[in-house]
T-cell receptor, first 114, second 114 residues
Framework: AQSVTQPDIHITVSEGASLELRCNYS??????LFWYVQSPGQGLQLLLK??????LVQGIKGFEAEFKRSQSSFNLRKPSVHWSDAAEYFC????????????FGQGTRLTINP | EADIYQTPRYLVIGTGKKITLECSQT?????MYWYQQDPGMELHLIHY???????EKGDLSSESTVSRIRTEHFPLTLESARPSHTSQYLC?????????????FGPGTRLLVL
């Protein structure tokens, strides 16, 4: 069965510091991978996605993620965080067969120190 | 990005009441989804639809029901609300383009059952 693990429940970084959020997945076929961000009381906004091709994908708001098949990972990075990046971040994996039943990780809550 | 609307955004209701959470999208997406999210937790798929007159149950068992009479509309109904139904409900839609498919989310409905 597919699963997604986000090992860090809560991360605190200083404004301007670099950021890496970890995501490991288990999926029996070619995975489609996504990162979403959720601000308090809001829905999910798509940050970036990986379907195939270049394993380093660029997203919105200066985020990027790297797909490493050998490590079953899809970590999210940002070189310099801003206070507005404080939110909950979810990694998700899905496939292409039938309906796209996404499986989400538990999320990582990001706090930014001024 | 898709335009997905959910109403109401917040709902406080007493036990035993019938409620319908509305979800509509204007992008002509054929697939639609309902997820349930408890505070601080991951999303779990409770219902999905391939298209008009198609509904399927998701991975998480739910006492709610859904219907898909029109492409743009995917309402979720609870016949008799209970405190255990208190949660956030997120609607999403998607359409496959080639080998790519991305889900776009609405803002969610926060439900509190007293």
């Amino acid at each position: 069965a597919q699963s997604v693990t986000q090992p860090d429940i809560h991360i605190t970084v200083s404004e301007g510091a670099s950021l890496e959020l970890r995501c490991n997945y288990s999926y029996g076929a070619t995975p489609y991978l996504f990162w979403y961000v959720q601000s308090p009381g809001q829905g999910l906004q798509l940050l970036l996605k990986y379907f195939s091709g270049d394993t380093l994908v660029q997203g919105i708001k200066g985020f990027e993620a790297e797909f490493k098949r050998s490590q079953s990972s899809f970590n999210l990075r940002k070189p310099s965080v801003h206070w507005s990046d404080a939110a909950e971040y979810f990694c998700a994996v899905g496939g292409i067969q039938g309906a796209q039943k996404l499986v989400f990780g538990q999320g990582t809550r990001l706090t930014i120190n001024p | 990005e898709a335009d997905i609307y959910q109403t109401p955004r917040y709902l406080v209701i007493g036990t035993g009441k019938k409620i319908t959470l509305e979800c509509s999208q204007t992008m002509g997406h054929d697939k639609m989804y309902w997820y349930q999210q408890d505070p601080g937790m991951e999303l779990h798929l409770i219902h999905y639809s391939y298209g008009v007159n198609s509904t399927e149950k998701g991975d998480l068992s739910s006492e709610s029901t859904v219907s898909r009479i029109r492409t743009e509309h995917f309402p979720l109904t609870l016949e008799s609300a209970r405190p255990s139904h208190t949660s956030q409900y997120l609607c999403a839609s998607s359409r496959r383009q080639g080998n790519q498919e991305t889900q776009y989310f609405g803002p969610g409905t926060r439900l509190l059952v007293l």
